[in-house]
């Protein structure tokens, strides 16, 4: 079993930033693949950005030029960066993570709120 940890989340004004944090512990495998995933009221979760092992990371159209994903391999942490954020950002942003033995596991979810 993987434990996810997630922080960052909060309210914050449109055009203003946050970072989320997602810790991962208690497994005995490597992780592989890590990133964030969102989902607002009566939509479908959706990807937001990730990041394998080689340092190759994969962002939504809708984040591209302004969020920035990385990982921090000896402290089992991936985190999102989000500047320049909107009210559309406004969702459950959940962390999400593939381990070597080839199962994944989610986060808890942390709740990021942009006012206008």
């Known amino acids: 079993q993987v434990q996810l940890v997630e922080s960052g989340g909060g309210l914050v004004q449109a055009g203003g930033s946050l970072r989320l944090s997602c810790a991962a512990s208690?497994?005995?495998?490597?992780?592989?693949?890590m990133g964030w995933h969102r989902q607002a009221p009566g939509k479908r979760r959706e990807l937001v950005a990730r990041?394998?092992?080689?340092?190759?990371?994969d962002y939504a159209d809708f984040v591209k030029g302004r969020s920035t994903i990385s990982r921090d391999n000896a402290k089992n942490t991936v985190y999102l960066q989000m500047n320049s954020l909107k009210p559309e950002d406004t969702a459950v942003y959940y962390c999400h993570v593939y381990t070597s033995g080839g199962r994944d596991y989610w986060g808890q979810g942390t709740q990021v709120t942009v006012s206008s």
């Open positions: 990041i394998f092992g080689g340092a190759i990371t």
């Open positions: 208690g497994s005995s495998f490597s992780l592989n693949a």
